[in-house]
């Protein structure tokens, strides 16, 4: 009966384009309805997993008219198997994982595979993996953001010869590796030249964010309290980092970057203990997938134009990479007119007078 109407309608429509087949021969043989599996990684490492994918990727879905089953891994490898078991079980026809090691990413990767569902690594490639399409940002741009964000907001505090401390994300995920990547591409040079000073740099195992705290307090304690300047991954190490310096009375006299334009961030950059962030439109990043991955479920492979190496296994996995863009106090604003967050979370009764300067109206 439903192919009945279809056919009369493509009738219609191909007296009008005259186009030859009608759509179901045109459909690839492997065309499936789409429904796509999607798993996050938790829920504390950064805000942005509940506050903005989950969100924006609902959005994409919803638009598509597409079946969608998002849940996340609470940082729970086991957790993040079954998870998988259970969405191959249920049919979907592509999943989507952001992983929470390369290892146990690749494991659920190639177990889609070899049901023949096709897959996409969300925002962390997964390294040895076989995902058809990578989404995320330009990795070492954002790096790259952080180190000059940190060398900005040092020589506008005029800080002689600045003691530097590094707390990276997860040594398992990619992206930090890349992170830092980009940060030290900056600040080598001035390690170098004896410009300033590396005192300490540790990875916070799984983006802990407290635990990067403990690590912080131990560097400073280390250091003499002589820190100047902190290369924070992301806004919640950078949080873990401004909170040990308030126990010291040292907030807003140590510049320390970020990443993620969170509340907590953008209202640590209002008040200024916080140099700057990194905003990363998560919208456009959904976008990209939700449409990718429509396309995959019918069978069809849509060409974008980057491609991102795969140290493990050299391969060209085909990528969108969006340009992140950094965020000081002078343009936090952006952030609340691009709708990442609302002058409601943003500006309640301590950070008021404060966005007002702010020009966020
Ligand atoms: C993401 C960051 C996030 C971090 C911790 C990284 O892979 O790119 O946006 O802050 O993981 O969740």
Do not use: H
């Not at 398992?172 to 600040?187: C, H, I, Q, R, W």
């Not at 300033?196 to 560097?219: I, K, R, S």
């Amino acid at each position: 009966m439903r192919k009945g109407i279809l056919a009369v309608a493509m009738t219609g429509l191909m007296a009008v384009s005259g186009l030859a087949a009608c759509a179901e021969d045109a459909q690839p043989a492997d065309s499936k309805t789409p429904f796509v599996g999607v798993i996050l990684p938790d829920s504390k490492s950064s805000a942005r997993w509940e506050t903005a994918d989950r969100k924006y990727l609902e959005e994409a879905f919803k638009a598509a008219n597409v079946k969608y089953d998002i849940q996340n891994a609470q940082g729970d490898k086991t957790q993040f198997q079954s998870i998988a078991d259970q969405m191959i079980t249920k049919g979907v026809t592509v999943l989507v994982i952001v992983n929470l090691d390369s290892g146990t990413g690749k494991a659920v990767l190639d177990k889609a595979a070899a049901q023949g569902i096709p897959t996409i690594d969300y925002d962390r490639l997964t390294l040895g993996g076989n995902a058809k399409y990578y989404v995320s940002f330009d990795n070492v741009a954002v790096g790259r953001l952080q180190g000059e964000g940190l060398v900005k907001c040092l020589t506008e505090k005029g800080t002689k010869n600045p003691a530097i401390a590094q707390l990276n994300g997860s040594p398992t995920d990619n992206n930090a590796t890349l992170f830092k990547e980009g940060g030290v591409s900056v600040l080598k040079p001035k390690y170098d030249a004896k410009e300033y000073t590396l005192v300490d740099d540790q990875a916070v195992p799984d983006w802990d964010n407290a635990q990067g705290g403990v690590l912080f307090e131990q560097m400073l304690t280390k250091a003499n309290g002589k820190i100047d300047g902190v290369l924070a991954a992301n806004d919640g190490l950078g949080n873990a980092a401004i909170s040990i310096l308030k126990k010291n009375k040292l907030n807003g006299k140590v510049p320390v970057t970020g990443q993620d334009a969170t509340v907590q961030g953008l209202q640590n950059i209002l008040l200024g203990d916080q140099c700057m962030t990194v905003y990363k439109a998560v919208k456009k990043e959904a976008t990209a997938t939700a449409e990718l991955a429509i396309a995959l479920a019918q069978g069809q492979t849509k060409s974008v134009s980057q491609t991102t190496k795969d140290s493990e296994t050299g391969k060209d996995v085909p990528s969108v990479l969006l340009e992140p863009q950094a965020i000081y106090f002078a343009n936090v604003k952006d952030v609340v007119t691009d709708g990442y967050v609302t002058k409601a979370e943003l500006c309640t009764a301590d950070f008021a007078a404060k966005c007002t300067e702010a020009g966020i109206s």
